[in-house]
Each structure stands twice: as C-alpha cells, then as structure tokens.
C-alpha cells in the first residue's frame, strides 16, 4: 500500500537559517502531493501542493518540488523564522480520496 | 471562510462511558474523515465517509464506530471508553479532486 517516510525531528534551526525536510514516500502511479503543517493546540493545515511530476508548490515563502523519479516531495524555506515553528506532515494522496500521513516533523525555530 | 468544526477541544471521560464526538462541515463536502494523532505515531485513519449513511473503515476502527445522517455531520462513537483511546482526535472532509483536506482544530479526549 501507500506509505510516507519523513525525516525525524525535532529540526532545530536559527531564525534565518534554511530549512529541508525530506519526504519519500511509495504509491502506485503518480498522486497528488501535500504538505500540511501543525501550529501548537490547533488541527492541520494545507501548506502547499502538487498535483504533477515537476510541478512546484509553494506559500508563505515553503516550497516544495514533486520528483517522479526519486519519489520525493522535500519541503524547503529559504529563512525560517521563529513563527515557522510547528510540525509538519506530508501526504500523498492514495487515489481514493484518502491522503496517507508521514509521522510528521517538529520544526524548532530560535530567534 | 470555510469550516470544519469540532464540538469539544477539550474532553474528559471515564472508563466505560459512551463517548460521541461530533464534526460539522460548511462546505457541501462528499468525504469525511476520522483520524487520531499520537506522538511518534502520526495521524491513523479511523473511519471515513463517502456520502451520506455510507461509511468505510480505516486503519484502525476497532473500538470505534461512526454516524453519517447529514451530509455536514460525521459523528464518531466510542462504545465502551478505555484509557488506550485517550488521544487528539481529528476531523477532515474534502471535496472530490485534487484538493486536500480541510480539517478541524482537534478534540483532545483523556479517558481516565
């Protein structure tokens, strides 16, 4: 079946720095991509998608590219910031309506 | 502003009880979903609806079941309370496509 595999965290960061958190994961064919993020106390929210190889999602400066090749879908910020911190979930989709959801991975941003 | 809501953020129940747990959507979503989150574990899929009276089972549905009425309700029932369900649970729905979840802001349940 569908998996995911997340880098583990935490990932502790400087405010500034770059950020990479990698995700691979195995499907049959080619899914839509997500990554959600999580802020303290509250549910998940939809960061960023790809719906195609190659395609690049991105918001509020995250991006991520979907690599058919190496099934990866890494998310990246060039400088994070202390409001960054969270933890984040990446998700395919499994092709029936159903997403599959990494074990996620806490971002510790430090000003 | 779409919305999924929760009933309750915070939950306290004893051993035993029946315990309902209740979403709302606004969006005139198909799918609905049930997940619990646990540390080092990530979100499991519970149980998860397709269209109204319809349901399906997730990853891990034992000890749970749910109720589909309405279109914008989803419901998911605890039988019989145990203190291995003590747990965040999170309620999504989505609309069919390439479009992800919306979900709520999470019940926290603590069975004591």
């Known amino acids: 079946g569908n998996s995911v595999t997340q880098m583990e965290g935490p990932v502790t960061l400087s405010e500034e720095a770059f950020l990479t958190i990698n995700c691979t994961y195995t499907a049959t064919g080619y899914p839509s991509l997500f990554w959600y993020v999580q802020y303290p106390g509250e549910g998940l929210q939809l960061l960023l998608k790809?719906?195609?190889?190659?395609d690049k999602g991105s918001n509020k400066g995250f991006e991520a590219t979907y690599r058919k090749e190496t099934t990866s879908f890494h998310l990246e910020k060039g400088s994070v910031q202390v409001s960054d911190s969270a933890v984040y979930f990446c998700a395919p989709d499994t092709g029936f309506q159903k997403l599959v959801f990494g074990t996620g991975t806490r971002l510790l941003v430090s000003p | 502003d779409v919305k999924v809501t929760q009933s309750s953020r915070y939950l306290v129940k004893r051993t035993g009880e029946k315990v309902f747990l209740e979403c709302v959507q606004d969006?005139?979503?198909?799918?609905m979903f049930w997940y619990r989150q646990d540390p080092g574990l990530g979100l499991r899929l519970i149980y998860f609806?397709?269209?109204?009276?319809?349901?399906e089972k997730g990853d891990i549905p034992e000890g749970y079941s749910v109720s589909r009425e309405k279109k914008e309700r989803f419901s998911l029932i605890l039988e019989s309370a145990s203190t291995n369900q003590t747990s965040m649970y999170l309620c999504a729905s989505r609309q069919p496509g390439d479009y992800g979840y919306t979900f709520g802001s999470g019940t926290r349940l603590t069975v004591v």
């Open positions: 609806s397709y269209d109204v009276k319809m349901k």
């Open positions: 790809a719906t195609k190889a190659d």
């Open positions: 969006m005139d979503h198909e799918n």
